[in-house]
């Protein structure tokens, strides 16, 4: 399933947007949690439940949802698994906040790695989304062109190694910033 034309370009300024709404600019740290509060959501964490409501969303094997999307009423629930790491946190919350803001059309979300079968499209807008919250497209060019290694990406940026991979190569640019580079070197010849 592929991401409907001209996605990715909407997705770039409205991450920006909700970037402003917060008083964030494009390039320091995303705080899901605050677009949270804006848009009134409540963030659960699950160990806040209690042991038979926590069982609910753990599995047999023991490892539990990374995240969880619960309509409530006309508003919605985001379960937050509150057990693992900081940087994972704040990739699903962005994923599960993305499908929110994309207005997705959900019963019930259940995140689990990076999918929480929504289905094709709503998934692959709601990981596009979250990556450019995340990881701002300019941001990512600026980091690029400072030749920001992955590590430097994931700390100044407050994500995983994985996130930032995946943006600087995903988002294009470094590609963007390699081929400017060699325009300027052929210049100089
Ligand atoms: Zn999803």
Known sequence: MNI???????????????????????????????????????????????CAERAHFLKRD????????????????????????VVRRRTTMSHELAHVVLEHAFGLSLADERKCGLGG????????????LLVPYGAALRLARAGATDEIVAQRMDVSLAVARWRMNGSGARKVAARARSRWASTRR
């Open 4 to 50: 409907r034309r001209g996605f990715k370009t909407e997705a770039k300024s409205l991450a920006l947007e909700l970037r402003t709404e917060l008083g964030l600019g494009p390039y320091v740290p995303f705080d899901p949690y605050a677009l949270a509060a804006e848009y009134g959501i409540s963030v659960v964490a699950l160990s806040e439940l209690d």
């Open 62 to 85: 023991g490892s539990a949802l990374s995240g969880a999307l619960i309509p409530d009423g006309t508003s919605v629930i985001i379960l937050d698994n509150d057990a693992q790491m």
């Open 121 to 132: 499209a709503q998934e692959e807008e709601a990981d596009w989304l979250a990556g450019e």
